[in-house]
């Protein structure tokens, strides 16, 4: 997966900012926060889950179904995963 290993440090700072903002509204339930204040911060872990998603999904069409990959067969199967996956997470 070389897509991930090119911006891996990217990726690493999105999923810190994440685990801070998971850690975050932890503490906000703990000190029973108002529950505006809890629903900004399960909105913004959404979104930057989302963005995450989509960024490395991204990496991952451009690599493996992008106009070098000129098998076939390994072109379907990785849309196959793709739409599993896809299909997982917008459930």
Known sequence: MAHTVKGKK?????????????EGLEKALESEADCSAILQQ???IRG???GLMVEVLEGHMREHLG???TDPQQRGEELEQITVILRSYLK
């Open 42 to 44: 399960i909105a913004a």
């Open 67 to 69: 106009p070098a990959v």
């Open 10 to 22: 990217q990726l690493l700072t999105r999923i810190r900012r994440i685990k801070g903002q998971a």
């Open 48 to 50: 930057a889950v989302n």
